[in-house]
């Protein structure tokens, strides 16, 4: 199946904890993008790639950070700066007219 | 800055009612409009995505409009069932915003078709 991944589907952290959620492509894409959704709010941009070793922040960057080493993978890190970590968190890629295809999230909650 | 704001919040209709999700921008310098759907839970699917340079798309019984001018979009449900029941958002990607496809996003419009 073509398409983004996304794991875990849960994770708990503990206080003063670095936790790392994974996201995988199949799908060629060159941009990829990494979402927080809280209930009441829009889609908040947290960091974005276009290229394979480069990436930028968005506009909610504090307390998290990416690596782009692959193609297929942008893995997001929730640091123990994030003081907030509670959210639903999207993964997602796009084609270059920015039709953009996202994976089925992970619920990140604090112990 | 581009603001996007879609109305109703909330909206219920019964099985095969015809409806209409609106969603406005307040800045007409847009490089295209896109329409998704979230199940609880789920993650995004692209619905419809629409150039500047459009006025419509259609995909099914979905139809997008698009009036730059006005700063409007409207998403065209025809004969809707309880399978699209989910949020529907709307995105615009900003021109001038170099090649960083960034979007900004509405706050979604949640519906429920009842049987």
């Known amino acids: 199946d073509g398409g983004i991944t996304q794991s875990p589907k849960y994770l708990f952290r503990k206080e003063g904890q670095n936790v790392t959620l994974s996201c995988e492509q199949n799908l060629n894409h060159d941009a990829m993008y990494w979402y927080r959704q809280d209930p009441g709010q829009g889609l908040r941009l947290i960091y974005y790639s276009q290229i394979v070793n480069d990436f930028q922040k968005g506009d909610i960057a504090e307390g998290y950070s990416v690596s782009r080493e692959k193609k297929e993978s942008f893995p997001l890190t929730v640091t123990s700066a994030q003081k907030n970590p509670t959210a639903f968190y999207l993964c997602?890629?796009?084609?270059?007219?920015?039709?953009?295809?996202f994976g089925a999230g992970t619920r990140l909650s604090v112990l | 800055k581009q603001e996007v704001t879609q109305i109703p919040a909330a909206l219920s209709v019964p099985e095969g009612e015809n409806l209409v999700l609106n969603c406005s921008f307040t800045?007409?310098?847009?490089?295209?409009l896109q329409w998704f759907r979230q199940d609880p839970g789920k993650g995004l699917t692209s619905l419809l995505l629409i150039q500047s340079s459009q006025r419509e798309q259609t995909s099914g019984r979905l139809n997008a409009s698009l009036d730059k001018s006005s700063g409007r979009s409207t998403l065209y449900i025809a004969a809707s069932q309880p399978g699209d029941s989910a949020t529907y958002l709307c995105a615009v990607r900003p021109l001038g915003a170099g090649n960083n496809r960034k979007l900004i996003w509405g706050l979604g419009t949640s519906l429920a078709v009842n049987p």
């Open positions: 997602a890629s796009s084609t270059q007219q920015n039709i953009q295809y």
């Open positions: 800045d007409s310098a847009i490089y295209n």
